[in-house]
């Protein structure tokens, strides 16, 4: 294996010292401040002993002390877990016992509910040892093995159990190079973070912005966008980076597309389909800004692909193709490339791959191929090579003999603006095979019948895609990485039918 | 009145994001956000039952943790909607 700079050091190796890094709840942070922390945290964790490549854990909310805490593990040539802070403490004491580990790092406003999730065998140090009185322990820059891992990042499993995705010192190198290359990311973008870091798409927010030597600025509420908002104008963020639930709740429910945000340059999409019509909301609400639309897998460090911001137009819904470094490939079952227009699965090769998950042979073969990567999306590829996902494999309703996908529905039902969001489940129905069912969330203020929805998706969809029924609820469930959780969705159908 | 409310809001929280574990239930000042009590989802469905129960209606940019962050701030910004006195809750 080849070897390369240790992540830690490549990650802060561009910044110049005195620049404000990380921004947290009105107070900066230079870069050197985030070395000498970063370095107490070290010099603690060196004091406990662990054998080289011990998995150490990182809990919190993001923060500059969860940052340190994320180089402080990796300098050591430990291996970062970032756990979920929205997890029951019962779902991280597992998380943490399927990888083993040694030591945690923990944020103080948070150990109070977790505390009991680790062992007795589990060192435990807390944002208090900022405040060490040991020497801050930072060696000179040294080379690891490039195929070493740097993290372990728990997949967020909508449909199944989590699994522990191996992300190794090259992986996340090659993918911060090449998401800096393309984005064109500068030292002086500041990037508003909503997404949390132990989320791939989070973590590469943090990995390519410091990378580049510019500013965090970090936002924990986006619960109430008008004040991320603010924050963002504030602190003239110049990058704003969500997931479909992000923009939705942007678009439909805060003052976002009333604002002027003069200073906002760049738009980053991921995480998920946004309905074309809420990227045309999004393009007219902030129309100076260059808008990327992407695609990746936590098996993939973090993105795979990206539509320039100059086809949004005409290659509108394509997820675009490969980024620098990274090959996309659809592939038939045969394992041949489909023809243009033909639908098959995307495969992925490139230096950003994963190795596999941690302690799963079983689990990495199937996922891990010799094709490469298979990603579980079912997409086309048209004349010019720009890739459309149709759905998910396994987000496919088989109604009456037809094959529907769950996005054209959702995109559908999102043409009625009162919606904020919409998500499609195939309900198990006798004669169907399966009903397909509509969740929609309505904007605040909005009252929207289940009739009208309906009328709507009458009118955009052929008949047999249109929905059996239709519920109106509050909120949709979502996943820790703001995605909605399906298999929630499906346990409240179960539920409603088993009522009836 | 203002009891009867804060008693509604809390009862609402605890139910719908503490699975009715009355033991957890938030203190008056508790950031319901920062504390992971409720998420962006969340909030608008504490906005669906505030604008139904209470008879008001809350703006986008009315959506701020000064009005809806606490239970403390919850109970004061439903009291100074004043359709809520016409209510007679």
Not at chain 1, 86 to 104: E, H, Q, S, Y
């Amino acid at each position: 294996m080849p070897h390369c700079a240790n992540t830690s050091d490549y990650l802060l190796a561009e910044a110049a010292p005195d620049d404000v890094a990380l921004v947290e709840a009105g107070r900066r942070y230079t870069y050197r401040e985030l070395r000498a922390a970063a370095g107490k945290l070290a010099a603690e964790l060196a004091a406990l002993d662990l054998p080289v490549g011990s998995r150490v854990g990182v809990l919190g909310p993001n923060s500059f002390f969860w940052v340190a805490a994320y180089l402080a593990v990796m300098k050591l040539s430990h291996v970062a877990v970032p756990f979920s802070d929205r997890l029951t403490p019962d779902d991280v004491g597992r998380n943490a016992g399927l990888v083993g580990c040694a030591a945690v790092l923990a944020d103080q406003r948070v150990l109070r509910t977790f505390e009991a999730a680790f062992g007795a065998g589990v060192g435990v140090l807390t944002d208090q040892a900022l405040r060490s009185g040991r020497e801050p322990y930072w060696p000179d820059a040294g080379t690891v093995d490039a195929g070493a891992d740097a993290v372990l990042m728990f997949t967020s499993g909508t449909t199944s159990r989590p699994k522990a995705v191996r992300v190794t010192h090259g992986n996340i190198q090659a993918n911060t190079e090449s998401i800096i290359t393309f984005l064109e990311l500068r030292s002086d973008d500041r990037v508003l973070v909503i997404l949390p870091f132990f989320y791939c798409y989070g973590a590469s927010l943090l990995h390519t912005h410091l990378r580049r030597g510019g500013r965090v600025v970090l936002c924990n509420s986006f619960a109430f966008p008008e004040t991320s908002l603010d924050l963002l104008e504030r602190e003239k963020c110049t990058v704003l980076a969500g997931v479909p639930s992000s923009f939705q709740l942007l678009l439909r429910a805060s003052t976002f597309a009333r604002r002027a945000l003069p200073s906002l340059r760049l738009i980053q999409q991921a995480g998920g389909k946004l309905p074309p019509v809420l990227i045309e909301e999004l393009l007219a609400a902030v129309p100076e800004a260059r808008l990327f639309v992407m695609y990746g897998q936590t098996e993939a460090t973090a993105r795979l692909s990206y539509l320039p911001p100059d086809r949004l137009q005409d290659k509108s819904g394509s997820i675009g193709k490969g980024i620098p470094g990274v090959e996309l490939r659809v592939l038939a079952e045969s394992g041949e490339p489909v023809a243009a227009g033909e639908r098959g699965e995307i495969y992925a090769t490139g230096a950003n791959i994963s190795p596999g998950y941690y302690d799963d042979a079983e689990g990495s073969v199937a996922k891990f191929t010799p094709y490469g990567l298979r990603t579980g999306d079912l997409a086309v590829v048209d004349g010019d090579g720009y890739i459309f996902i149709v759905d998910r494999r396994d987000d496919f309703i088989k109604s009456w003999g037809h094959r529907i996908s769950s996005q054209e529905v959702e995109a559908a039902a999102l043409r009625m603006e009162q919606l904020v969001s919409a998500a499609v489940i195939g309900v198990p129905d006798d004669e169907a095979g399966e009903a397909v069912t509509l969740f929609v969330t309505a904007r605040p203020g909005a009252m929207v019948s289940p009739d009208e929805v309906l009328a709507v998706c009458r009118r955009h969809l052929p008949k047999y895609m249109v929905p059996r029924s239709v519920l109106v609820l509050g909120a949709l469930p979502l996943n820790s990485s703001g995605k909605v959780a399906k298999r929630r969705l499906r346990e409240m159908a179960a539920a409603g039918a088993a009522a009836r | 009145m203002e009891t009867q409310i804060r008693a509604e809001v809390t009862e609402f929280i605890v139910t719908n994001y503490l699975f009715g574990d009355v033991t957890r239930a938030p203190r008056d000042e508790d950031l319901l956000v920062e504390e992971g009590i409720i998420d962006s989802t969340g909030i608008l469905e504490l906005i669906e039952f505030l604008e139904g129960r209470f008879g008001i209606e809350i703006s986008e940019a009315e959506t701020v943790p000064q009005n809806l962050g606490t239970i403390s701030s919850l109970t004061q910004f439903v009291m100074s909607k004043s359709s809520v006195r016409q209510l007679g809750v």
